[in-house]
């Protein structure tokens, strides 16, 4: 009789496991199929939040996204970077050395906001 419920457990621990297996391949598809689908220069969701942010209150800091955003500071660097890399925003010309430095709007960051109606 015991020897019967270890058979099936087994049986079904089996089962699952495959169908686990099956749901994190759907998964890794549909997350793949998303990436696809989003246009190159189409931004996450947060980063566009950062990007609004800095729109309104030009000249912020990471720290200072961050605690308006209520997000980690590295989250903050990483969309701040993100926002840089595509040339939206950028440092000022003349940066002060040993204090944050803060992250300006560039005019390519403005028309993103606008010409998608997000402002």
Do not use: W
């Not at 099956?22 to 793949?32: C, Y």
């Not at 997000?71 to 890399?85: D, I, Q, T």
């Not at 950028?90 to 960051?109: A, D, I, V």
């Amino acid at each position: 009789m015991l020897a019967d419920q270890i058979t099936t457990l087994e049986h079904e621990k089996s089962v699952l496991q495959t169908e686990n297996a099956k749901l994190r391949k759907k998964v890794k598809n549909l997350e793949q199929q998303l990436d696809r689908g989003r246009s190159k220069g189409e931004l996450a969701d947060d980063t566009v939040e950062v990007l609004k942010l800095l729109f309104e209150h030009d000249g912020l800091t990471v720290s200072q996204v961050a605690g308006d955003l209520n997000m980690s500071h590295g989250v903050a660097e990483y969309h701040c970077g993100a926002l840089r890399s595509a040339e939206m925003i950028g440092f000022p010309f003349l940066r002060t050395f040993g204090s944050e430095n803060p992250n300006c709007m560039l005019q390519k960051g403005r028309a993103y906001l606008v010409k998608n109606g997000l402002v």
